[in-house]
């Protein structure tokens, strides 16, 4: 099994659940960086919260079902790079922190996909 598959699982976990539990919570703090506490920030918050939700079913299923995990990574994966990437000309702020995590995060889970072999 991957290390890498394993770590792109826990790290989604561990970051889209925190800023789901964040952003629904209504953190001024991140104001800066998401905006003030909106329906549409709430939304993103329900999206972080799938990924995260995803994310722990794939990491339990890296040792018990590497099938499933495989699967998992192979959608959900790509659609983060995606629109991970996609914040950099849609934010147009390159000071907002956003951006650059989704890149680090983007390079994470590419380099598990490279490693997926079912």
């Known amino acids: 099994m991957s290390i890498l598959?394993?770590?792109?699982?826990?790290?989604n976990?561990?970051?889209a659940g925190s800023l789901s539990v964040i952003l629904?919570?209504?953190s001024a703090?991140?104001?800066r960086v998401y905006g003030p506490d909106t329906p549409a920030r709430r939304i993103l918050a329900c999206l972080y919260g799938a990924i995260a939700a995803a994310s722990l079913v794939g990491l339990g299923a890296v040792f018990a079902k590497?099938?499933?995990a495989f699967a998992i990574a192979q959608v959900l994966?790509?659609?983060q790079i995606l629109y991970k990437l996609a914040t950099f000309p849609v934010v147009r702020d390159l000071r907002n922190p956003?951006?650059?995590a989704n890149l680090s995060i983007s390079l994470l889970l590419g380099a598990a996909l490279l490693t997926l072999t079912p």
């Open 5 to 11: 598959l394993v770590t792109a699982y826990a790290v």
């Open 13 to 15: 976990v561990a970051v």
């Open 24 to 26: 629904i919570a209504g």
């Open 29 to 31: 703090g991140m104001d």
């Open 66 to 68: 590497p099938a499933l």
């Open 77 to 79: 994966f790509p659609l």
């Open 98 to 100: 956003v951006p650059w």
